[in-house]
């Protein structure tokens, strides 16, 4: 099979390095152009010496002409609101596809991203953002297949969705009070210099940010709000059939959470602990059997039995998921624990995972260590 053609613009951020990590082990890929604003003509391997002997490429400057020429895909992993003069220019050339590693592409409401992101949408990107796929594998696999833009989900979004899709999908709790407790590496705020991710401000300290109004709680919102009123749940087994008996009619409702972020003092990593309120009283062997078959398609995907409980060392520079739980029958609530590597399935794995799933390469290629 020939390989195909890849760029990466943003290639000297934590996103980009980590892609760059994980390409140079793919089979079918050719990494053709790799761009960044602060190291222009110097050689990638000078910047990450980790990459001596492996990639002797020089950094060039942003020039869409000559990617989109020689791109057969093309990964924007720069900041949020700057691929949307970046994005638009790259697919009217209409000569590769694109996977943005930004949140300027995942809100299917161009006011919602204004309101939350401080920045219009052009006409011209207002357009791609109802052709954008958003791209979470294990729900929107057959989209991203003909997709030629892929909004790469966030790393917290990425975590919490994943957690309690099936319970959403299936309504086996309520579509309120819900509570999201996430904690996140320092890599998870980019390469920028920020005095508050110094050494010095995170070694031994743990702190929470932004409890009010983070970035990425519209992005959750609205597919948590798509799982709970319109996810397909023709493909239950009837042996779960009786779970659901009475629960799935009923209005549209809207999913507001509550959501806050902490910082750890780690490199990277995430973990979201998932709070909400159970309808009935489930068996945990049930809910077990309910996760196992909603990600059964889904290689990247690891179910923990109770009372077992992933760990965020777990997930170390892999793209997997790792989901337990732990009922609490005197509150009435279950405790989802979901981690990932932000870096990974929280970025530059799931966006090779969506390169993957568009260009008909097994799901898995390139990202098994």
Known sequence: MEKIRVSIIGATGYSGKELIRILLKHPQVELTHLVSTSYVGQNIAAVFPEFKNQLDKELISLDLEVIA???????????????????????????????????????????????????????????????????LPEL??????????????????????????????????????????????????????????????????????????????????QELSFLYNQYNRNNISDSNRGMLSGKLSGAYEEIKISFTPHLLPLSRGILSTCYLNLVDNYEQDKIVELYHQFYQEAPFIRIF?????????????????????AIDGRVGKIKIISVLDNLTKGAAGQAVQNMNIMFNFPEELGLLN
């Open 305 to 325: 039995n109770p009372p077992e409980l992933p760990e965020v060392r777990f997930v170390y520079q892999t793209n997997y998921c790792d989901i337990g739980f």
């Open 69 to 135: 020429n020689d791109s057969e895909l093309i990964f924007t992993a720069l900041p949020h609101t700057v691929s949307l003069d970046v994005v638009p220019d790259l697919l009217a050339r209409k000569r590769g596809k694109v996977i943005d590693l930004s949140a300027d592409f995942r809100l299917k409401s161009a006011d919602n991203y204004a309101n939350w992101y401080r920045k219009e949408h052009t006409e011209k990107s207002r357009i791609l953002l109802s052709e954008a796929v958003y791209g």
């Open 140 to 221: 929107y696999k057959k989209e991203i297949k003909n997709a030629s833009l892929v909004a790469n989900p966030g790393c917290y979004p990425t975590s919490v969705i994943l957690g309690i899709a099936p319970l959403l999908a299936y309504h086996l709790v309520e579509a309120k009070d819900i509570i999201i407790d996430s904690k996140s590496g320092t890599s998870g705020a980019g390469r920028k210099l920020s005095l508050d991710l110094h050494f010095t401000e995170c070694q031994g300290n743990f702190k929470a940010y932004k409890c009010l109004k983070h970035n990425h709680i519209p992005e959750m919102e």
